[in-house]
């Protein structure tokens, strides 16, 4: 094969494929004409996956997640391995470790700080000295926020930022995702990491009400432990940077048990409206402000295209070796211009007094 050939029709790894997102990440490979190899623990589910996805002669590959050698055998070959989990910090380590170990460059749709940070700090230095490229916290909130950051702070120079996330379906999703959220209980219960003064901290901040596009008022907030609050002061001069998510979002997942994730649907419910704006509200030093806003379809959806969107990028071998913020790896606006043929749409506006 040539290197033209390897760089049109990469050969993807897709780790989780039976799940949700999973699903959606089948289907959008499947319309770019590339069928991905397909590793995870049970056969049956996986095959049942393809076939939904229009795939049915892609490859099956067995491999649990608590065993090394049959991850990494699983994985070699492949140019990206794509993982799709819930629960990051339970098992989401061993598929990172193995791809790294395959030189397979890696892409994660995880959602939790404590394991992108994991992933900068512990697993950043063997991916660079494999040649691979890494990129944890591919979702519908962090990576457009790392972008639109990127593109605020090119307007503003050194700044604050807000990142926030509103979906109508308020809270309504998959069982998928309240097991992440149960894994890292009692960081999401706190708030997680924001960034100031020149480093990452705990404990509350005072946010303003946020005027979410669409809303009729101000919403009450709280500090929300977003990925992106890691990414961000990467690549750009941030003076803080916050998450926030409504106050009542933040309310309900204080109460998540096992029991009653256990009873939550596979999937949101066919009424949920899964649309969604993801919001970057910044202050540069000269007190003017920008607003940068990405407004999608469906959360698991656009996830899962934006995972797929970066695993054909980085397969193309131009972004550097090591674990990269979004906006280290691709070009900010050209990224965002990517996502319109699926009605996901970005603007950036002065704010209100600027």
């Known amino acids: 094969m040539t290197n033209d050939e390897s760089t049109r029709f990469p050969t993807i790894a897709v780790y989780g494929a039976s799940g949700h997102t999973g699903g959606y990440i089948l289907s959008d490979l499947r319309r770019r004409g590339l069928t991905p190899i397909l590793v995870g623990r049970n056969a049956q589910r996986l095959r049942a996956a393809a076939d939904a996805a229009g795939l049915p002669g892609a490859e099956i590959r067995i491999a649990a997640a608590d065993d090394r050698a049959a991850l990494v055998a699983a994985l070699t070959g492949a140019d990206v391995v794509i993982s799709s989990l819930p629960g990051y910090v339970d098992i989401g380590e061993q598929i990172l470790a193995a791809a ?5 460059h890696y ?3 995880s959602g939790e700080q404590l394991f992108t940070r994991r992933a900068f700090d512990e697993y950043g230095p063997r991916a660079e000295k494999a040649g691979v490229s890494v990129l944890s916290g591919v979702t519908d909130s962090n990576l457009p926020a790392d972008l639109l950051a990127d593109l605020l702070a090119r307007r503003l120079g050194p700044a604050e930022f807000v990142i926030s996330h509103h979906s109508r379906a308020g809270g309504d999703g998959s069982r998928g995702s309240a097991k992440t959220v149960l894994a890292s209980l009692d960081w999401f219960r706190a708030g997680g990491w924001h960034y100031a ?4 901290r705990t404990g ?3 946010l303003a009400p946020i005027a979410h596009p669409n809303a009729t008022e101000p919403t009450a907030v709280a500090k929300f432990a977003f990925a992106a609050v ?7 001069d941030a003076r803080a940077v916050t998450g926030a998510v409504d106050e009542i ?3 309900n997942i204080t109460g998540l048990t096992p029991e009653l994730v256990a009873s939550l649907p596979e999937r949101p419910g066919p009424d949920s409206d899964m649309r969604y704006d993801t919001v970057v509200d910044a202050r540069g030093a000269d007190g003017r402000t920008l607003r940068g806003v990405l407004s999608g379809v469906d959360s698991y959806r656009d996830s899962g295209l934006l995972a797929v969107e970066a695993a054909v ?3 193309a071998g131009t972004a550097k070796a090591g674990a990269l913020a979004p906006a280290e790896a691709f070009d900010a606006a050209d990224f965002l211009n990517s996502l319109a043929p699926h009605g996901i749409t970005w603007t950036i506006t002065n704010t209100v007094g600027a």
């Open 197 to 200: 003064d020149g480093e990452f």
């Open 107 to 109: 892409v994660d749709i």
């Open 313 to 315: 990028r980085l397969a």
């Open 230 to 236: 890691l990414t961000i002061p990467r690549h750009t």
């Open 204 to 206: 509350q901040v005072d």
């Open 100 to 104: 790294i170990e395959a030189g397979a």
């Open 249 to 251: 979002f933040r309310s």
